[in-house]
């Protein structure tokens, strides 16, 4: 009896439900990641002006969560161009430049209010990343035609029921593996024409990622 008792509670230990003193295991809070800490002096300049912006009246702008992915992604892909249709007062675009400071990438950001394009140029400027970021002004169903270099990230967060034109006028240049990365997807925003063509065609794999929040759908162009 004494030894059947220690093998099941030997097999409890090994299988984790109970720890070693024979007591359930304490279990820590959910892992919470930290606040960015910057890495040079000009990562931290564009924190800075991030900050600043916080301080101010929202445009609409991704939450710091959705930015640090933009940032993560683009800089894990090695991106040399990226392209950003809806740059409002240019949030986002910091967050990509972010990576794109250390890949020595660029940025070609469309908006179509130019006042709001002027705000982004000034919080580029105080940021130290107008070198790498173009504003390109006006309605981006038809300057993105503009783009004839291959794409390494296509990131959509402007008027929803556009994505699919953007899709259609840019996917050509996204280069195999890359991604096309589309920002409020959670169900209620999305648009089911954009959703259909980015989950049903076999030369894409997507995801829709940061769902508790405003939603991400991040969509690999297949090789
Ligand atoms: C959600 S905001 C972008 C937020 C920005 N990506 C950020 O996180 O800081 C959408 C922007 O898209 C712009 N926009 C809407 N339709 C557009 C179009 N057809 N061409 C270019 N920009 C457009 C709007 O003026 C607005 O500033």
Redesign the pocket.
Known sequence: MKTLLMLVMGWLIMNDALDASGQPPRRSAAVEEKELIAKSPEEQRIVDALKEMWQGER????SAM??RLLRMLTESCNAQRVV??????????LWLAMALRTTGGKLWT????AG?AATARKNFEKAGVNGIITVIE????E?VTQHTEPIDIL?L???KE?YIDYLDKLLPLVKPGGLIIA??MNTRQADPRFVKAITEDKNLETLILLKEGMGLGVTLKKR
């Open positions: 445009h609409l702008n991704v959705d930015g950003e249709i809806g740059t409002s007062t240019g949030e986002s675009a469309h908006e179509i209010d709001r006006g309605d981006a169903h300057t990131f967060d402007a008027d556009g920002h409020n």
